[in-house]
């Protein structure tokens, strides 16, 4: 069984690519995430497969993101006790593996391994994504390493970890905690002129942490910096501060 959690598609992408290699289910971490937030459904899912579980995430300052974590902690999986992570990132994920291991041993999976896959750079409040071309290029790259992976998934194999880049550990507990603290805020947001009011903002936002307030989107406090919305706008009426002008917006290109 097959989960993914994904801002702009990469992670989706990904997920689809490993599900159509094996076969497997495919479940949305980001539906289950808005039924929740909606009150829609109970807090916690059961979840029952034979086959392993797969979880496939961006990485978000060098380490799983917190959203996801704590999703995968509040749910119960019953059936197969494998779980393989797969991690979409720009470049690094630094030692991302370590934490996957530690959320295995507290949910009583078998760690099967933890592997970065390279995709476009989607965090454009502090970065350029990359153009079209570029973008095509990076994901089409990508397919080797997610056949591989998904070699492994079938062989239910054990896949291990990337090696590890210099200062991952620190990255992934220092810089990762004081990115979370101090840049992880929803108050730069904001709509120019260019909203219609269509409501795409509202929809794709995983955490249902934007509404609408005389047409106009309105962030509640609650974001994790996922670039759903920034990217998602049809008519790129959403900027982060000063950051985001005039800068590409970014979606995983089918
Ligand atoms: C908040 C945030 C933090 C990120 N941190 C990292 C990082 O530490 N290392 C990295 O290589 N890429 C990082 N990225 C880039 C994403 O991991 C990468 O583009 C990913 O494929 C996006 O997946 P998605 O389209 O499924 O959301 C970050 C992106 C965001 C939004
Ligand atoms: S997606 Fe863009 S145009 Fe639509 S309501 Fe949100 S900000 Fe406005
Ligand atoms: S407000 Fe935007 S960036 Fe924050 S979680 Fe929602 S979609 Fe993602």
Redesign the pocket.
């Known amino acids: 069984m097959i989960f993914?959690?994904?801002?702009?598609?990469?992670?989706?992408?990904?997920a689809e690519r490993l599900a159509s290699f094996t076969k497997d289910e495919l479940i949305s971490i980001n539906d289950r995430m808005k039924m929740k937030h909606a009150g829609e459904v109970p807090d916690d899912f059961s979840f029952g497969s034979e086959k392993p579980f797969v979880f496939?995430?961006?990485?978000?300052?060098?380490?799983l993101?917190p959203v996801v974590t704590e999703w995968i902690e509040e749910n119960h999986f019953h059936g197969s006790s494998s779980a393989y992570f797969i991690?979409?990132?720009?470049?690094?994920?630094?030692s991302s593996a370590a934490f996957a291991r530690h959320l295995c041993d507290k949910k009583n999976f078998i760690y099967m391994g933890c592997r970065?896959?390279?995709?476009?750079?989607?965090?454009i409040?502090?970065?350029d994504a990359p153009s079209e071309e570029d973008a095509e290029k990076i994901v089409g790259e990508s397919e080797g390493k997610l056949r591989m992976i998904a070699e492994y998934i079938l062989a239910r194999k054990p896949m291990g970890s990337d090696k590890r880049t210099a200062g991952a550990n620190f990255?992934s507990t220092a810089v990762?905690r004081a990115?979370f603290a101090m840049?992880?805020k929803d108050k730069k947001f904001y709509a120019t002129d260019k909203c219609t009011g269509c409501g795409t903002c509202v929809k794709v936002c995983p955490l249902n942490n934007i509404c609408l307030a005389d047409g106009k989107p309105e962030w509640l406090g609650d974001c994790?910096?996922?670039?759903?919305c920034i990217s998602g706008c049809p008519t790129e009426a959403i900027e982060y501060g000063k950051a985001t002008a005039g800068r590409r917006r970014?979606?995983?290109p089918d």
Request: hydrophobic share 30%; charged share 15%.
């Open positions: 993914y959690f994904s801002g702009t598609g990469n992670s989706r992408y990904a496939v995430m961006p990485t978000y300052a060098w380490n993101p991690m979409t990132c720009g470049e690094d994920n630094g970065k896959v390279v995709m476009p750079e989607n965090y409040v502090m970065y990255k990762n990115f840049t992880v994790t910096h996922c670039m759903a970014y979606r995983c």
